[in-house]
């Protein structure tokens, strides 16, 4: 039995959610922009889809698009803007603990002349808000913050940023990725402007994903072609994909409460459990912290070392990012909050959802003690 506590990189589809996708992969196959009755009915079920998105998430319908994911919402976002306002400023200003899928987008812009501020954040990971309004500037066209951070859980104060982005006309874009099924998304009272949300981190499948785009926010397009999506999003739509977004999303709407209930108790039992080993330290907020997400630095314990002997153990859990898993880099994340090299090359993130359960805490809990106690021998 494989124990997985790497929930933030992914999750498992819901049974639910497979069965409503599934009409869709094998009898409804029709392309949404045809005119013939099997090509309505995609464009029906994708309508239907987004308005009860749109719903769950208190928002408009028409400000729903879908993407392939996350990281093309953050992409959009990013570029869509620096694009548009291009004339009007150059400067954006973001955080130093964001998704790669935001930081190497705005690295690619820094290469075509745009000028990026990177935000601190404190030891717990929130953003600075005091540099946030002195970095404001003239030609300052964005502020990009996520709201809650994949590696270390922390929930960003997103409705004050909010305020000062608005008192200052300021586009804001939030990676809500990992915040959705965590907190509960009301977007009219958010008041944000963009904000990207993934399909496979909800129980939902992979490759679907959701950029909000307030109603009156100009945004250039990032993929061209056909006029699928109002014309701002082009490609033949995945017709199973956003059927399965919208039942995944409903679910995690629904269960957030009880799925809260269960986690809280699961994830302060391990940071006590393993937070009382010598030389363990907790990494990220107590509070304001992600219902599912432990991170902690083990003196004296490679992660890379540690993986490998939880993954003999049939224990998936990770060392920060799914997509910097393998690299030797120590986490940009734990830097920010003022990690040394080694302490963050020695981290480990676990992270639960609704399936785990507290016997598994039990098991990993034990399976770590030796693990440490034979990998500092
Ligand atoms: N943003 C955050 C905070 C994430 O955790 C992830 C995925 O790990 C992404 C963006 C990218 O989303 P996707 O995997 O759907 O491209």
Same mark, same amino acid.
């Given at each position: 039995?494989?124990?997985?506590?790497d929930?933030?990189?992914?999750?498992?589809?819901?049974?639910?959610?497979?069965?409503?996708?599934?009409?869709y992969?094998?009898?409804?196959?029709?392309?949404?922009?045809?005119?013939?009755?099997?090509?309505?009915?995609s464009?029906?079920?994708?309508?239907?889809?987004?308005?009860?998105?749109?719903?769950?998430?208190?928002?408009?319908?028409?400000?729903i698009?879908?993407?392939?994911?996350?990281?093309?919402s953050?992409?959009?976002?990013?570029?869509?803007?620096?694009?548009?306002?291009?004339?009007k400023?150059?400067?954006?200003?973001?955080?130093?603990?964001?998704h790669?899928?935001?930081?190497?987008?705005?690295?690619?812009?820094?290469?075509?002349?745009?000028?990026?501020?990177?935000?601190n954040?404190?030891?717990?990971?929130?953003?600075?808000?005091?540099?946030?309004?002195?970095?404001?500037?003239?030609?300052?066209?964005?502020?990009?913050?996520?709201?809650?951070?994949?590696?270390?859980?922390?929930?960003?104060?997103i409705?004050?940023?909010?305020?000062?982005a608005?008192?200052?006309?300021?586009?804001?874009?939030?990676?809500?990725?990992?915040?959705?099924?965590?907190?509960?998304?009301?977007?009219? /009272? +958010?008041?944000? @402007? #963009?904000? $990207?949300?993934? !399909?496979?981190?909800? %129980? =939902? *499948?992979?490759?679907?994903?959701?950029?909000?785009?307030?109603?009156?926010?100009?945004?250039?397009?990032?993929?061209?072609?056909?006029?699928?999506?109002?014309?701002?999003?082009?490609?033949?739509?995945?017709?199973?994909?956003?059927?399965?977004?919208?039942?995944?999303?409903?679910?995690?709407v629904?269960?957030?409460?009880e799925?809260?209930?269960?986690?809280?108790?699961?994830?302060? /039992? +391990?940071i006590? @459990? #393993?937070? $009382?080993?010598? !030389?363990?330290?907790? %990494? =990220? *907020?107590?509070?304001?912290?992600?219902?599912?997400?432990?991170?902690?630095?083990?003196?004296?314990?490679k992660?890379?070392?540690?993986?490998?002997?939880?993954?003999?153990k049939?224990?998936?859990?990770?060392?920060?990012?799914?997509?910097?898993?393998g690299s030797?880099?120590?986490?940009?994340?734990?830097?920010?909050?003022?990690?040394?090299?080694?302490?963050?090359?020695?981290?480990?993130? +676990?992270?639960? @959802?609704?399936?785990?359960?507290?016997?598994?805490?039990?098991?990993?809990?034990?399976?770590?003690?030796?693990?440490?106690?034979?990998?500092r021998?």
């Open positions: 039995m494989i124990i997985n506590f929930k933030a990189a992914t999750t498992k589809l819901r049974k639910e959610v497979l069965e409503e996708m599934l009409p992969l094998e009898d409804y196959y029709g392309n949404a922009s045809s005119m013939y009755r099997i090509g309505q009915k464009k029906g079920v994708i309508e239907s889809s987004r308005t009860k998105i749109a719903e769950l998430l208190n928002c408009k319908a028409t400000e698009y879908f993407t392939s994911g996350g990281t093309e953050d992409n959009w976002a990013i570029k869509g803007v620096a694009d548009t306002f291009q004339n400023g150059r400067h954006i200003i973001t955080t130093k603990i964001e790669h899928a935001v930081l190497h987008t705005m690295e690619f812009l820094e290469s075509r002349g745009y000028e990026v501020t990177y935000l954040v404190d030891g717990e990971g929130f953003v600075d808000l005091k540099e946030l309004e002195n970095s404001i500037r003239n030609d300052t066209i964005l502020i990009s913050v996520m709201y809650a951070n994949n590696e270390i859980g922390t929930i960003e104060p409705e004050t940023i909010s305020e000062i608005k008192r200052r006309n300021i586009l804001f874009h939030v990676d809500g990725v990992q915040a959705l099924g965590n907190i509960k998304i009301d977007l009219e /009272k +958010l008041n944000v @402007d #963009l904000m $990207s949300f993934s !399909g496979h981190k909800v %129980n =939902g *499948p992979k490759g679907i994903g959701i950029l909000y785009v307030k109603n009156g926010t100009k945004i250039t397009p990032l993929i061209h072609g056909g006029t699928q999506e109002r014309g701002k999003r082009a490609g033949t739509e995945n017709v199973a994909g956003i059927v399965g977004l919208g039942k995944a999303i409903e679910c995690a629904e269960n957030l409460e799925k809260r209930v269960q986690l809280l108790p699961l994830r302060d /039992k +391990l006590e @459990d #393993l937070t $009382s080993i010598k !030389g363990i330290v907790l %990494n =990220g *907020p107590i509070l304001k912290r992600l219902p599912g997400n432990v991170n902690i630095s083990i003196e004296g314990v992660s890379q070392e540690l993986l490998i002997f939880l993954d003999m049939n224990i998936c859990a990770s060392s920060g990012s799914a997509c910097t898993t030797i880099e120590p986490s940009h994340v734990l830097k920010a909050i003022g990690l040394n090299d080694d302490l963050a090359k020695n981290s480990l993130r +676990l992270s639960l @959802d609704y399936e785990n359960t507290f016997e598994e805490v039990e098991t990993v809990t034990n399976i770590l003690k030796d693990a440490i106690i034979t990998l021998r």
